[in-house]
């Protein structure tokens, strides 16, 4: 691998990264309310909590942050390092720095709405199946936690019923594991039957419980 190859991966990673941690739930609690959306709620800074603390209006402000910032890691990984790595490096960097963001002290979101935007790059089809998972688990069970696991779970078995290319079905693989993960206080939750339903809040927050 030539020097500049070299140089074209760390961009991708870095820029990858440093896009991710750009937190649309921070930037939209602290623009629209003056607050921080961590002291709030379940003290994630994700669009769920977004939902359930600020409302709608401040929930489509983060959406458009967080895809925004996504698809501009993936296209500039494509650019300079084409497909499919242009798509790893530069979105697995924006899933990461999504989770734990340079810029707020490396806590951050969980991730799925980067999921969902790299997934959508990545094959319009995935994507659409992938969303038809998430919202019949959602209206189901009436939480969104339940849909972005139960979403996760099954998008590296789409990717093979799709013939997606080994080195992006091993990646939604192990995008998907983490993503998990980042929702394990959420399983125990389900487990112990304590997951809130999701609802929209349609009053003045309440301070997040310790």
């Not at 921070?26 to 921080?36: K, L, M, N, Q, W």
């Not at 530069?90 to 990461?96: D, K, L, S, Y």
Request: glycine share 12%; with cysteine; aromatic share 8%.
């Amino acid at each position: 691998m030539e020097s500049d190859e070299i140089w074209a991966w760390l961009l991708t990673a870095a820029a990858g990264y440093l896009l991710g941690s750009v937190s649309g739930a921070i930037i939209a609690s602290f623009t629209r309310h003056g607050e921080d959306i961590r002291q709030y709620g379940s003290g994630n800074a994700g669009l769920t909590n977004a939902l359930r603390t600020y409302g709608v209006r401040n929930a489509v402000m983060v959406a458009g942050i967080d895809l925004g910032k996504t698809v501009l890691a993936v296209l500039l990984g494509v650019w300079l390092l084409g497909r499919p790595w242009g798509l790893i490096v530069g979105g697995g960097g924006a899933i990461f720095g999504h989770v734990a963001p340079v810029y707020y002290r490396f806590r951050g979101g969980k991730g799925i709405l980067c999921g969902a935007a790299i997934v959508l790059m990545l094959d319009w089809r995935l994507f659409l199946l992938a969303a038809a998972v998430f919202a019949a688990s959602v209206a189901v069970s009436k939480t969104v936690s339940v849909g972005s696991v139960l979403t996760c779970a099954v998008s590296p078995l789409l990717c093979v019923l799709l013939r997606e290319s080994h080195a992006e079905t091993v990646f939604v693989t192990l995008a998907s594991a983490l993503l998990i993960w980042m929702h394990r206080e959420n399983l125990r939750r389900i487990d112990a039957g304590t997951e809130k339903k999701t609802v929209v809040a349609k009053r003045n927050p309440r301070r997040k419980q310790s």
